[in-house]
């Protein structure tokens, strides 16, 4: 009888969770967009228009009333007038607040924050390493559930980096707006 009653208890705390709809997931997402990038220097201020592309891994947490919480490992590439070619690569703590809590059709907000790395840049930072920012992230979209484990994913976002300051106290921001296409596996 002793070693019955905890098996019972596993066995409903375990049926308990597969009851709730809550589910750890990850994905890839992969985006195209327009972008700027300004700098405001002693010399003067310039704005430069941008081709943005790349892509994400995400990891994932689905609450049971469809909000959810992601970590997203994002690389972008950025062509400039000219053929300019620039690369960022960050990580992204995103929140998604879902407008209806079916798991079938879920339109949602979105809003979170990005540490970013400006690739190729050690020559122009003080302390002659790729400058460091923080990015600002905005969006929405929807989310079809194909299946029951996967999910397809579609949406707008926006993106606003600050760079840090210069070696000569320049001031670098980037504002990336994007279209995003995406594919969840749940588990």
Do not use: H
């Not at 905890?6 to 969770?17: D, I, K, N, Q, R």
């Not at 997931?25 to 201020?45: A, M």
């Not at 579609?154 to 070696?167: D, F, L, N």
Request: aromatic share 14%; glycine share 12%.
């Amino acid at each position: 009888m002793k070693k019955i009653i905890p098996v019972l208890g596993l066995s409903c705390l375990s049926t308990l969770a597969f009851a709730v709809d809550t589910a750890y997931y990850v994905g890839l997402d992969t985006f195209i967009g327009k972008g700027e990038e300004k700098v405001d220097s002693s010399t003067g201020n310039s704005t430069e228009s941008t081709d943005t592309g790349g892509g994400s891994i995400n990891i994932g947490y689905r609450f049971e009333d469809n909000d959810r919480f992601e970590v997203e490992f994002t690389k972008v590439e950025s062509e400039f007038g000219g053929g300019r070619e620039e690369k960022f690569e960050g990580i992204d703590f995103d929140w998604t607040f879902a407008v209806l809590e079916q798991p079938s059709f879920q339109p949602y907000l979105e809003a979170g924050f990005g540490l970013y790395e400006y690739k190729g840049t050690s020559n122009v930072a003080s302390d002659n390493e790729n400058l460091g920012g923080i990015a600002i992230n905005f969006g929405f979209g929807a989310i079809y559930e194909l299946e029951k484990e996967i999910e397809l994913d579609a949406s707008y976002r926006i993106k606003g980096i600050g760079w840090e300051e210069t070696e000569s106290n320049d001031e670098v921001k980037e504002d990336i707006g994007k279209f995003v296409l995406g594919a969840r596996i749940l588990f």
